[in-house]
T-cell receptor
Framework: DTAVSQTPKYLVTQMGNDKSIKCEQN?????MYWYKQDSKKFLKIMFS???????INETVPNRFSPKSPDKAHLNLHINSLELGDSAVYFC??????????FGPGTRLTVT | QKEVEQDPGPLSVPEGAIVSLNCTYS??????FMWYRQYSRKGPELLMY????GNKEDGRFTAQVDKSSKYISLFIRDSQPSDSATYLC???????????FGDGTTLTVKP
């Protein structure tokens, strides 16, 4: 009964490739998020969707494109991967503004 | 200067100790203050959130907010080895669910 799930859990790829990470929540929440956590544990919001509508778009390279096919899913596609994209990417969801439930993370390594 | 600064740690305490984890912030618009716990290789989980100044207690955990000093704390009483994790403070002005996170403090409680 995983509340927020992400696939894949680990992703190792070469520079220049395009990859996608998928996220699904079964909590019935209206808002979903993508965060990036670097090697120093700093957690930074990238995007937020509310009812499939983009509401937060932080300063993120346009190589990163989120897509929300429905309220329960938020995917992240990354084009032309770079070494600096290596990080753990977390998906989260919330009903209100505060109580965010995080997924287990996708550990992306770009070589 | 970062909007949210967190005591860097790491912090190592004996079992049963009282732990104090602290964050300062510069944005006066922050009204909601959260504490997340993140175990190694897991997603953050919300421990507590408070609104405005004051204290909030939940079992062995007490969250304290002093808006006049722009300072928040999380106290853990009777700390247990299972409390060993990274603790992240987060703050929000309440706008569209955007939370700004501290860098995290890694706590180790030794039996």
């Amino acid at each position: 009964d995983t509340a927020v799930s992400q696939t894949p859990k680990y992703l190792v790829t070469q520079m220049g490739n395009d990859k996608s990470i998928k996220c699904e929540q079964n909590l019935g929440h209206d808002t979903m998020y993508w965060y990036k956590q670097d090697s120093k544990k700093f957690l930074k919001i990238m995007f937020s969707y509310n009812n499939k509508e983009l509401i937060i778009n932080e300063t993120v390279p346009n190589r990163f494109s989120p897509k929300s096919p429905d309220k329960a899913h938020l995917n992240l596609h990354i084009n032309s991967l770079e070494l600096g994209d290596s990080a753990v990417y977390f998906c989260a969801s919330s009903r209100g503004l505060l109580e965010q439930y995080f997924g287990p993370g996708t550990r992306l390594t770009v070589t | 200067q970062k909007e949210v600064e967190q005591d860097p740690g790491p912090l190592s305490v004996p079992e049963g100790a009282i732990v104090s984890l602290n964050c300062t912030y510069s944005n006066s618009a922050f009204q909601y203050f959260m504490w997340y716990r993140q175990y190694s290789r897991k997603g953050p989980e919300l421990l507590m959130y408070t609104y405005s100044s004051g204290n909030k207690e939940d079992g062995r955990f007490t969250a304290q907010v002093d808006k006049s000093s722009k300072y928040i704390s999380l106290f853990i009483r009777d700390s247990q080895p299972s409390d060993s994790a990274t603790y992240l403070c987060a703050m929000s002005a309440g706008n569209a669910g955007k939370s700004t996170f501290g860098d995290g403090t890694t706590l180790t409680v030794k039996p």
